[in-house]
């Protein structure tokens, strides 16, 4: 996985996400389209998606995907999954040739179940066995990573402009009721493979357009709960910090949100009481895990999508709605490619999250 030579350009990426949520499923076409449109946000250094309900035959296992720099890792990392799981199925993820993808390493797909003698020893939930089992992984074993780790999901990202990972991955031919896209101009960190977006833990994947400013000051906090930050991008903190939050601490979305991108303090000192205490008291217990710094992402789960701005809308963000689907892009264009005539459309305010949750689902 070649670290690559990049030209900075902070103002750079792209980001879009689709949501039906009803659940249905649709091909990948639509995501590869709309993320195609901002090819000018990109420079070929990298690109990715995330694709959720693409696995039903196997929704209950693990789809572990795998990057490996050579045999060697793949031989090591086997052992290593062999010894804690149950493997159901394992080969390589299905691409096809494209010119303008080179250098790719060694792309493999696992579906697994820990292990129960393992999982009882361990003490441990099986997605926080999971999770610890990705962490060591992506640490101790040389050319090897883990690019996804969830139930009924995956991510499918490299080295080249967006469209052209879609149809190098072959995106056309899955169905999901959710995708994520997202193409990159890398700003501090370089192209690489394993440092395309999205970036993911279990079935939480992060794409992120902007610059993280308090990336030293997150990542000594998450330090404090056993994350290592070993990947060469800021992005691996935000999905860390809502690991943290929301599965591992079960705190609401919502609540997540208003830590990472909180009110300024001058709005703080405006608010009624009782939201100024509350405010105040996030800022004074959380206040290491605020990112400063222009950032829009897009996060999702297995059953909710989420976008979220900086808190002064440094980066863009626009969504809107048709039906039960949701989309949010960087761009408006990229969602009229897709959906000419939406219900609704807007731009969200600096701090305020887009929250889709699949139907039937409380969160």
Same mark, same amino acid.
Request: net charge negative; hydrophobic share 40%; charged share 20%.
């Given at each position: 996985?070649?670290?690559?030579?990049?030209?900075?350009?902070?103002?750079?990426?792209?980001?879009?996400?689709?949501?039906?949520?009803?659940?249905?499923?649709?091909?990948?076409?639509?995501?590869?389209?709309?993320?195609?449109?901002?090819?000018?946000?990109?420079?070929?250094?990298?690109?990715?998606?995330?694709?959720?309900?693409?696995?039903?035959?196997?929704?209950?296992?693990?789809?572990?995907?795998?990057?490996?720099?050579?045999?060697?890792?793949?031989?090591?990392?086997?052992?290593?999954?062999?010894?804690?799981?149950?493997?159901?199925?394992?080969?390589?993820?299905?691409?096809?040739?494209?010119?303008?993808?080179?250098?790719?390493?060694?792309?493999?797909?696992?579906?697994?179940?820990?292990?129960?003698?393992?999982?009882?020893?361990?003490?441990?939930?099986?997605?926080?066995?999971?999770?610890?089992?990705?962490?060591?992984?992506?640490?101790?074993?040389?050319?090897?990573?883990?690019?996804?780790?969830?139930?009924?999901?995956?991510?499918?990202?490299?080295?080249?402009?967006?469209?052209?990972?879609?149809?190098?991955?072959?995106?056309?031919?899955?169905?999901?009721?959710?995708?994520?896209?997202? $193409?990159?101009?890398?700003? *501090?960190? +370089?192209?690489?493979?394993?440092? /395309?977006?999205?970036?993911?833990? =279990?079935? !939480?994947?992060?794409?992120?357009?902007?610059?993280?400013?308090?990336?030293?000051?997150?990542?000594?906090?998450?330090?404090?709960?056993?994350?290592?930050?070993?990947?060469?991008?800021?992005?691996?903190?935000?999905?860390?910090?809502?690991?943290?939050?929301?599965?591992?601490?079960?705190?609401?979305?919502?609540?997540?949100?208003?830590?990472?991108?909180?009110?300024?303090?001058?709005?703080?000192?405006?608010?009624?009481?009782?939201?100024?205490?509350?405010?105040?008291?996030?800022?004074?217990?959380? $206040?290491?895990?605020?990112? *400063?710094? +222009?950032?829009?992402?897009?996060? /999702?789960?297995?059953?909710?999508? =989420?976008? !979220?701005?900086?808190?002064?809308?440094?980066?863009?963000?626009?969504?809107?709605?048709?039906?039960?689907?949701?989309?949010?892009?960087?761009?408006?264009?990229?969602?009229?490619?897709?959906?000419?005539?939406?219900?609704?459309?807007?731009?969200?305010?600096?701090?305020?999250?887009?929250?889709?949750?699949?139907?039937?689902?409380?969160?």
């Amino acid at each position: 996985m070649l670290r690559e030579k990049y030209e900075r350009v902070p103002s750079g990426c792209a980001v879009s996400g689709i949501m039906d949520r009803s659940g249905r499923r649709f091909s990948g076409n639509d995501i590869i389209q709309s993320i195609a449109l901002m090819r000018e946000r990109s420079n070929g250094l990298g690109g990715g998606f995330a694709a959720y309900g693409i696995y039903p035959e196997y929704k209950d296992h693990y789809a572990f995907h795998m990057f490996y720099d050579d045999e060697q890792a793949r031989e090591t990392s086997e052992r290593f999954l062999n010894e804690h799981f149950n493997i159901a199925e394992a080969g390589p993820i299905p691409n096809t040739k494209v010119s303008s993808i080179n250098n790719e390493p060694i792309i493999w797909r696992y579906f697994a179940l820990p292990k129960e003698e393992k999982l009882t020893s361990s003490g441990l939930s099986s997605d926080e066995f999971v999770a610890q089992c990705v962490i060591n992984l992506n640490k101790r074993i040389d050319g090897a990573f883990v690019v996804s780790s969830g139930k009924n999901m995956g991510a499918f990202k490299g080295v080249g402009y967006p469209e052209d990972i879609g149809e190098f991955y072959q995106l056309y031919n899955y169905e999901g009721y959710m995708w994520t896209a997202h $193409g990159r101009f890398p700003t *501090n960190t +370089p192209g690489w493979w394993g440092g /395309a977006h999205p970036f993911t833990l =279990l079935d !939480l994947s992060v794409v992120h357009n902007g610059e993280l400013s308090s990336y030293g000051a997150n990542r000594h906090y998450l330090n404090e709960f056993g994350y290592e930050c070993t990947m060469q991008t800021d992005t691996e903190v935000v999905a860390y910090l809502l690991d943290l939050f929301v599965r591992r601490q079960g705190m609401p979305l919502e609540t997540a949100c208003k830590i990472m991108a909180p009110p300024m303090w001058d709005e703080i000192e405006r608010m009624p009481d009782g939201n100024k205490a509350f405010y105040t008291a996030l800022r004074a217990v959380y $206040g290491k895990a605020m990112m *400063n710094g +222009p950032f829009s992402i897009i996060v /999702a789960f297995n059953n909710v999508m =989420l976008a !979220l701005n900086d808190r002064i809308k440094l980066r863009p963000l626009v969504a809107a709605e048709k039906g039960d689907v949701l989309y949010v892009s960087s761009e408006e264009s990229a969602i009229v490619e897709i959906c000419a005539n939406p219900d609704r459309i807007w731009a969200p305010r600096a701090g305020e999250p887009v929250i889709g949750v699949l139907e039937g689902v409380k969160v």
